[in-house]
């Protein structure tokens, strides 16, 4: 696939997972997460035995979404983690 296909089906992914989630970083942060999201979509989906991003359609967008959602979820609990800590410490 294309570079250019990456960063629409980024894009979009992204745009749909800040529709979805409420959580994103701007535009720039949202193709970003898109395209992190297709890479961990495909992964997680090759591990289930189901095909990744496969081009530029409507599956390889909805792997790429749930990659999003993943990436954006563990952030999350990442950044929560962090915030729960300092505030206990302190």
């Known amino acids: 696939m294309s570079w250019l296909a990456w960063i629409v089906i980024g894009a979009l ?3 749909l997972t800040h529709m979805a989630v409420h959580a994103g970083v701007g535009l720039i942060g949202n193709i970003v997460a898109g395209i992190i999201g297709a890479f961990i979509g495909g992964w997680l989906f090759t591990q289930f035995g189901m095909r990744g991003v496969t081009g530029f359609n409507f599956y390889s967008l ?3 979404i749930v990659g999003a959602v993943a990436l954006l979820f563990m952030v999350s609990l990442a950044f929560h983690r962090k915030t729960r800590a300092e505030t206990m410490g302190s």
């Open 62 to 64: 909805g792997v790429a």
């Open 13 to 15: 992914a992204g745009w």
